[in-house]
């Protein structure tokens, strides 16, 4: 199944941890694994705290610096930092699923992140499992 998310910036991180819980959710499957994966070379996937939104602000400020939009790239679209980000990062994560809920640790979320936004994403979410 799949799931939609729209950006609204250039980089951003999205908290998609309710909506991949409601998907499990519908889903009816109560063990196993999930996984979460970007379908986007410009997107990531990845878990990191949501309890203090600094966290988000620290790491988008750290990649931005880390790998700046414009520097002297050969890839004419003009978005080789998006990639580059998006290899870093990776572009999915696998989360265990025991009785109907995701195990997350008490401050970790599932995060969708733009690196070349605003746009209209997409995210498959596959559930093995019982
Ligand atoms: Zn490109």
């Not at 609204?8 to 009816?28: F, P």
């Not at 265990?96 to 733009?114: A, D, M, N």
Request: charged share 20%; with cysteine.
């Amino acid at each position: 199944m799949q799931i939609r998310v729209k950006t609204n910036a250039r980089t951003q991180m999205v908290d998609i941890s309710s909506q991949v819980q409601d998907a499990v959710t519908q889903s009816g499957i109560k063990n196993g694994i999930v996984h979460v994966f970007s379908l986007h070379t410009t997107a990531a996937v990845t878990i990191n705290e949501n309890a203090d939104p600094a966290v988000e602000t620290d790491i988008l400020t750290t990649i931005n610096k880390v790998i700046p939009w414009d520097d002297h790239f050969k890839h004419l679209e003009g978005n080789s930092a998006a990639h580059i980000k998006v290899s870093l990062f990776g572009p999915s994560e696998t989360i265990p699923l025991e009785k109907g809920s995701l195990v997350l640790g008490t401050w970790q979320g599932i995060y969708f992140c733009e690196f070349d936004g605003p746009r209209n994403r997409r995210v498959n979410i596959t559930i093995q499992g019982e």
